[in-house]
């Protein structure tokens, strides 16, 4: 992959080219971008990665940016989005008055700059570059105040060789209360780079649940940063079922006081799949709450790694914050990267991390078996036992039916 060369040749396809400010940031990406073998060690945006995720050709087609909407009956909004942009919105005749959306185009100038604001976030992230080099895609999303909502957003891909580059725009408004349930079900080969920006204001509560259950060749990189004013509380939960390798890197930044983040994960991994999780969670201000949480069960010779960090500014006094990372490895050929980092410059806190990676508990399986369950049977129940604590704190019934029957199926299909 010559960046630079797909650059000059599709540069009229990306949004923003005619703004100075993206050009200037894209030849300056382009300019830096190293992929040299000490380059691909060191760094962290790489280290972890599929490399064939580097390995694509561009293909991409302008779509329209119109938007259908239909009415339904369900007491949720629905938004399916094809090829990186809004392609219809189901909705009500009670929340139609509850959001405003739209598909980002080169007009848009707000979203722009804020777009590039967040760039310096990300300077030595090479993924998040080659999404602001080659950004083809993306909508804005803006929940108002006072409302509580429940929202769908299926992202879906049309057809085999499409290359997504997309930046969205979320923002839940004063005193909202959201339920974001995001799912990627692609069955096409294809790479898709996502980037959720999420601004949460004051004495809002937002949980976003994240399914991902991708087909072998359908590439994907997941990215979050989510902004946590006063009084706010953000609840994120990522499920990778995926056959797939799958990036999920995941940011929460508290700028307010009394808010909490929460970043947890649970992913299976078999045959040749990485898998690369790392989530981030910036204290700024005092009395603030924080956890990050990920689970993973890997077998054959899949590869995963889980990076976790905790930074406490040193105005961030009372923080509370926590961090846990946890692997079962059913082959002895599969592998398990943890690396938990604090960052502490205040000092009344509570922080702490766990990691624990190895086979599954040989005691637990002989209990289960000498009380007349078969190895097959017990297997599975210990290894859903797991996840109990995550799952647990989940109140949508039918995310946790889904996570359920998925999970069972991948059970099966390792002969577990």
């Not at 945006?45 to 991409?60: A, I, Q, R, T």
């Not at 769908?152 to 580059?165: G, P, Q, Y």
Request: charged share 25%; aromatic share 10%.
């Amino acid at each position: 992959m010559n960046v630079n060369e797909i650059y000059e040749n599709k540069k009229k396809s990306f949004l923003f080219h005619d703004s100075n400010e993206f050009q200037i940031l894209r030849k300056k990406l382009i300019e830096k971008f190293d992929l040299s073998p000490k380059n691909l060690r060191n760094n962290e945006s790489l280290k972890h990665l599929d490399p064939n995720v580097l390995k694509f050709n561009y293909e991409y087609e302008i779509k329209r940016n119109d938007i259908k909407y239909n009415d339904n009956k369900e007491d949720y909004i629905n938004i399916n989005v094809i090829d990186g942009k809004i392609n219809n919105v189901d909705s009500n005749d009670l929340n139609k008055k509850d959001f405003l959306i739209n598909n980002i185009d080169n007009d848009n100038n707000n979203i722009c700059n804020k777009f590039l604001s967040f760039q310096n976030f990300v300077l030595d992230d090479y993924i998040l570059n080659l999404n602001s080099i080659f950004l083809n895609s993306g909508y804005e999303l803006n929940i108002n105040e006072n409302i509580t909502t429940i929202i769908h957003i299926n992202n879906l891909i049309s057809k085999d060789n499409i290359t997504l580059f997309q930046k969205n725009m979320i923002s839940c408004e004063k005193n909202s209360n959201v339920l974001i349930l995001e799912e990627s079900n692609s069955d096409k080969l294809s790479n898709n780079n996502i980037v959720n920006f999420i601004d949460i204001e004051e004495n809002s509560n937002v949980t976003h649940l994240v399914f991902q259950n991708n087909s072998e060749n359908s590439k994907l990189q997941f990215t979050s940063f989510a902004n946590c004013k006063s009084n706010s509380t953000y609840k994120q939960v990522t499920i990778n079922l995926a056959k797939s390798s799958v990036r999920n890197h995941h940011y929460a930044n508290i700028v307010g006081k009394d808010a909490s983040a929460d970043l947890d994960g649970i992913f299976f991994a078999s045959s040749n799949q990485i898998i690369d999780n790392k989530t981030q969670i910036n204290h700024n201000f005092p009395s603030c709450k924080s956890s990050q949480r990920y689970k993973g069960i890997l077998t054959d010779n899949s590869k995963a790694s889980y990076l976790s960090k905790t930074y406490v500014d040193k105005e961030a006094q009372l923080t509370e914050a926590y961090q846990l990372s946890k692997g079962i490895l059913l082959s002895d050929s599969s592998t398990f990267h943890s690396k938990p980092e604090l960052k502490i410059y205040a000092d009344d806190v509570k922080c702490s991390h766990g990691s624990t990676i190895g086979p599954i508990d040989k005691d637990l399986l002989f209990y289960l078996r000498s009380r007349g369950l078969n190895k097959k049977k017990s297997m599975a129940l210990l290894l859903k036992s797991f996840f109990h604590n995550i799952i647990s704190d989940l109140k949508n019934k039918k995310f946790v039916e889904k996570f359920n029957y998925h999970s069972g199926i991948w059970l099966k299909e390792n002969n577990l």
